[in-house]
């Protein structure tokens, strides 16, 4: 399986920066998610690799070999760079059955009769959908027709196969299920996937690395647990995380190299950095995910603050509990069906070491635990 590399690559539309100045390496048999809100440039990203759409400038390599470059003069086409294309709308051909759509692609290539049969055959097996083999796609659900797609995609064996939102016209329900499918068939086929999507969710579940974008810049390249935990910027953990990470603001005071004082929430605590802390005394903001502030009764937790129930919104599983400090409106998760009456008295801990620190700028500049002065 191939490695695509990316060099400052730059995409342009007259006085329009779509993608600016990217640099991406995406590994051998990797899943990469290219995720970001509509307009980031996402989708122009995957077209220019797949060689669908050309690049102002920069230099695209894949399985080692250059496929486009601005300094080279070198623009090779997207038919022989050895990719597969998987659409939002699927394109399946209406007037063919699933075992025809398969094999068209590798009738065009011009294969053998026998390999056609039995490569047709094998994809059918693959995505279970033997049964549908003389129906029309008229004639199928969503989620079927979806992988007809996918098997007409992966039929000709390409490096990589490129899928450009591909499940946005299914039912949640279905999503669910073909989250499961496409990152199973990614194990099994072990090919490369470059995926766009604007779902977190699909980008989280799915990926071995998350290339998050915003206004055409990378903003981080990681892999999905740690965009989650160690976000690079303040952007990065509003984007990531359901409900959004709660930005507190706040005062702080170095004190030493992995450690401070903060001033937040009407309270005082000594901060515990597991890196050195480069931060100026004065205002900053303080990032702590739903997860970790844990109600429980008053006195039964460390780092306790009192606060008011805003609102309580249980889903089955779990709970989000909207709780209110002063003018500070904080989101707090907690498993199971609970409920609290509005406005009444809570009392929530700051649990964990991944309370994060952004300077004014919004860049990430430590992650940490936090102990209550006088606890």
Known sequence: MPEIVLKNITKKWGGFTAVENLDLKIEDGAFITLLGPSGCGKTTTLRMIAGLETPSSGEITIDGKVVFSSDKG??????????????????????????????????????????????VSEMLDTMQIQQFAQRYPSELSGGQQQRVAIARTLAPKPKVLFMDEPLSNLDAKLRGEMRTELKRLHI????????????????????????LMKEGVLQQY??????????????????????????????????????????????????????????QDGDVTIGIRP????????????????????????????????????????SSVMFGSLDYKVDS???FSILGDRVLLFNMEGKRVASGSVEKKGE
């Open 345 to 347: 008295e809570v009392h």
């Open 74 to 119: 070198i623009n090779i086409s997207a038919a022989k760079r050895d990719v597969g294309f998987l659409f939002q709308n699927y394109a399946l051909w209406p007037h063919m059955t699933v075992y025809q759509n398969i094999a068209f692609g590798l009738e065009t290539l011009k294969w053998k009769k026998p390999d056609i049969e039995k490569r």
């Open 222 to 279: 990681d892999a999905p647990l740690d965009v989650y935990a160690l976000p690079a910027n303040r952007f990065v953990a509003d984007f990531v995380g359901n409900p959004t990470m709660n930005f507190i603001d706040g005062k702080v005071k170095v004190t030493g190299k992995r450690t401070a004082q903060l001033e937040f929430l009407g309270s005082s605590f000594v901060f515990h950095a597991k890196e050195d802390i480069n931060l």
């Open 188 to 211: 099994d086929t072990g090919s490369t996937f470059v995926y766009v999507t604007h779902d977190q969710l699909e980008a989280m579940t799915m990926a071995t690395k998350i290339c």
């Open 291 to 330: 997860e970790s502030l844990p109600i429980a009764e008053k006195g039964k937790a460390p780092n306790q603050i009192t606060g008011s129930a805003y609102s309580t919104l249980p889903a089955g599983m779990e709970t989000t509990v909207k709780i209110k400090v002063g003018n500070t409106i904080l």
